[in-house]
């Protein structure tokens, strides 16, 4: 099945700092989507994008298809913004949604 | 609402009993999926649902059954055979494989 590899898997920011979030797999893909869980363990959807650029506020995302991986920006963070972010992908040939392992991020005051 | 409900949050239950998680979505959704996920670790399939009465394992599915019998619920069952069962459920859904999935709040089962 198709390997999907989230990096980094730990990171720790202050207040007001940026930072990237990378997801990458190692098959086509016709879904991937990029949530973040919450202490209570809800898992929020942030973005689905398949390939392309997408911009919600603070966060953007970029996928590159063809090559294979996508970018979750966090702009200006917030203690709020900590909490564990998942990459999810769907192979075009199959019907399944396979998750990252995760990166754990921290945003202290 | 619109949504997917898990109940309960919580469920405690002794060793070599079976327990059924209840999952319900009023979203219209074709598929259903039903993930583990254990302390520190990412998302595991355990099965899935593309339409009504048809249901496929995924890759951790020994120890669990599910069924399909309406396309607005999908209940998982954790029988004696799991050997650790303790772990957060989660199930989701979509309107059709490959188009975004929304999950619900989860239960976390304790087996004691």
């Known amino acids: 099945g198709i390997q999907v590899e989230q990096s980094p898997p730990d990171l720790i920011l202050q207040e007001g700092a940026n930072s990237t979030l990378r997801c990458n797999f190692s098959d086509s893909v016709n879904n991937l989507q990029w949530f973040h869980q919450n202490p209570w363990g809800q898992l929020i959807n942030l973005f689905y994008?398949?390939?392309g650029t997408k911009q919600n506020g603070r966060l953007s995302a970029t996928t590159v298809a063809t090559e294979r991986y996508s970018l979750l920006y966090i702009s200006s963070s917030q203690t709020t913004d900590s909490g564990v972010y998942f990459c999810?992908?769907?192979?075009?040939?199959?019907?399944?949604?396979?998750f990252g392992e995760g990166t754990q991020l921290t945003v202290n005051p | 609402d619109g949504g997917i409900t898990q109940s309960p949050k919580y469920l405690f239950r002794k060793e070599g009993q079976n327990v059924t998680l209840s999952c319900e979505q009023n979203l219209n959704h074709d598929a259903m999926y039903w993930y583990r996920q254990d302390p520190g670790q990412g998302l595991r399939l355990i099965y899935y649902?593309?339409?009504?009465?048809?249901?496929q394992k995924g890759d951790i599915a020994e120890g669990y059954s599910v069924s399909r019998e309406k396309k607005e619920s999908f209940p998982l069952t954790v029988t004696s055979a799991q050997k650790n069962p303790t772990a957060f459920y989660l199930c989701?859904?979509?309107?059709?494989?490959?188009?975004?999935?929304?999950f619900g709040q989860g239960t976390r089962l304790t087996v004691v």
């Open positions: 994008i398949p390939s």
């Open positions: 989701a859904s979509s309107p059709d494989p490959g188009i975004e999935a929304f």
């Open positions: 999810a992908v769907g192979e075009t040939s199959g019907s399944r949604l396979t």
């Open positions: 649902s593309q339409i009504v009465n048809d249901f």
